[in-house]
């Protein structure tokens, strides 16, 4: 890698999480790339249009400390890259299916439900029967049902590590997991009763990693010979095209395949497992390589930060963006 004169520094936002981020600010820092050190960001108050000493952030934490989420939201306005776009860094789900449909992905038969109760604070005052106007009920279940048939798996669309997530196998089951659910507004999907499940890392838009997964066990499997030579390339391309399209520099793209045919499941995972006792010792070294490498590369020749556009505007643009 090129030498730089001026000072770039990568800051790393994250909460506790095992060894991994000393590690991967120590693998930057052991590259000794003149101009380029690695530290923890230490954020005091912020003032607004401050400038950000950061070249490139790695975020890891603002998902769950909103005055974090303010700070690389001012960093990005000074000109730092943020790692992943503070502007998609949701749970975002359902609008994920959506552009992933548009693109040909294969994805489970799904239906977003409108919610089953509203939620009172962010009003002025409380939601009255007469503001739902813009609603369709009674939901016509049995048509809904069909659709997508059963077994089914009912989960949030802003949903994270399983949570409140229900596999339904009825019509009786389907109504009382929507009952359950409250203001959350919930996915429906066709389950996919899968041969195989696969993890797939994909760092920068280009380092990818497809790992063998045992859902249940929440299992990941050392194995190199897990997908044949077509399925892998499939797996490998479709994921970098999805991370290119929704501008996620660090996720992982999960797979079901069925009958030899995959179906993207979840691939908004912002803030990957990185946990050697989880991800096994093998896969946590693959894991700070890579980020080591796309923190470097970044911090070597910024990309231009993307902020949103359209959906029309992201898709077909998707070979300009790195
Ligand atoms: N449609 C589906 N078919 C089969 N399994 C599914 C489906 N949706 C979710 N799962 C299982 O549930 C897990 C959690 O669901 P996911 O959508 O990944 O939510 P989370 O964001 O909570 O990880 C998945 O890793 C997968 O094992
Ligand atoms: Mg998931």
Known sequence: M???????????LHREEGPMPDRLIEEINK?????????????????PAESCEYTIIIDR??????FLREYVKNALLSGCYIINNPYRFEPDKFFDYTVAKRMGINLPRTVLLPTKSYRVEPCYRPIEQEDLLNL????????????IGFPAVIKPALGVGWKHLTIVNNLEELIRAYDRSGHQIMI???KIEYEHFVRT???GKKYVCPIKYIPSRRDYICDHKHLSRELGKYIVETSIKLCKT???????VEWAIRDGIPYAIDFTDLVPDA??????????????????KVALEYALHPPKPRCWHTLNNLIGKVSDNP
Request: net charge negative.
């Open 188 to 190: 429906l999907q066709e």
């Open 61 to 66: 934490a603002s998902h769950c400390l909103p």
């Open 275 to 292: 946990n050697p006792r989880s991800i096994t010792y093998f896969y946590y070294e693959w894991f700070i390589e890579h980020m080591t």
């Open 201 to 203: 890392f994909v760092l």
């Open 246 to 252: 929704l501008d996620y520099d660090m996720n992982i």
């Open 136 to 147: 369709s009920y009674p939901l016509k279940w049995d048509e809904i049902a069909s659709y």
């Open 31 to 47: 590259k000794a790339i003149e101009g380029i050190r690695a530290e923890i960001c230490k954020i005091p108050e912020i003032h």
């Open 2 to 12: 090129s030498k730089i004169k001026e000072s770039r520094k990568i800051g790393i």
